[in-house]
């Protein structure tokens, strides 16, 4: 049975997420040719083809998709791998906040692959509001924060990580959406994602009540489920019984951004703010 090599495997990743030998030979530092030639070989070896070939661009095959999230995990495994035995050995604590929304989903497998490089790193999880970790962050309680900005912020405070759409969401099926007032089921006060879904109510002049309030998302998905009210949700958590409702019933809401808000920069909290960084940005390649 042949091997995957490593080199290739990166070779396959540039070409796929560049769409062209060319851009990608700019990336792994080498001739398109010679990409090229290593991709032929790897198509022979699994007697595949992984790429369609158009005259200014490449795109992947049902066996390339699948090849594509192999050499992602592959690749991964491989660095966690070297860094676990070349990497500085680092100790101590680290404390992170965040909210339960798209930070939470993502957060569980950053802090396992967090651990298996740093397994002599403790680190402690708050979950919170944005305003309260952000406080946290400036009494010296906690070392890096997850929080959400609101697509009209002026300014950032961080580094932004993550950018997602906001939705309406709703029970499939459900008639909360036509009721009149709109019930709607909301952070509290001070929540980007209320302030943006109010704004665009008010504008579209349409008349709402906030049927339902809670801090947590699955709070919110609780009264959706329920068909209590329609909520304001991120694009990738509408997941049955739930599902989007199109623009032509509710007004556009806009999309928010998750930003990385750091304390006091020690090799530890770096440590924790890369391995952060990184899988959002996996989770930006994977849905491109």
Known sequence: MPLLDNDVLRTFVAISECGTFTGAAKVVHRTPSALSMQIKQLE?????????????????????????????RLLRLNEEAVQHFIAP????????????????????????QFARSYPAILVDVVVGS?????ARVDAGELDLALVTVADEARSIRGEVVHE????????????????????????????????????ALDRAGIAYRIAYTCEHCSGQEAAM????????????????????FSSDDLPEIGSYQLALV????????????THVKEAFQSVLRASA
């Open 44 to 72: 022979r070896s699994l007697g595949k083809s992984l790429f369609v070939r158009e005259p200014r661009q490449v795109r992947l095959t049902t066996e390339g998709e699948i090849l594509l999230d192999y050499s992602r």
């Open 164 to 199: 997602e759409p906001l939705v309406w969401a709703g029970r499939e099926g459900g008639a909360a959406f036509q009721r009149t007032p709109l019930p709607i089921a909301m952070a509290h006060e001070g929540c980007a994602w209320r302030r943006m879904t109010l704004r």
């Open 262 to 273: 750091r304390g006091r920069s020690t090799p530890v909290n770096d440590a924790l703010a």
């Open 130 to 134: 944005s305003k309260q970790n952000l």
């Open 225 to 244: 489920v329920a068909d209590l009210a329609v909520a304001p949700f991120p694009q990738s958590l509408v997941r049955p019984p739930l599902k989007q």
């Open 89 to 112: 050995t680092l100790e101590g604590k680290v404390g992170i906040g965040t909210s339960d929304d798209v930070g939470t989903r993502i957060l569980p497998e950053v802090l396992a």
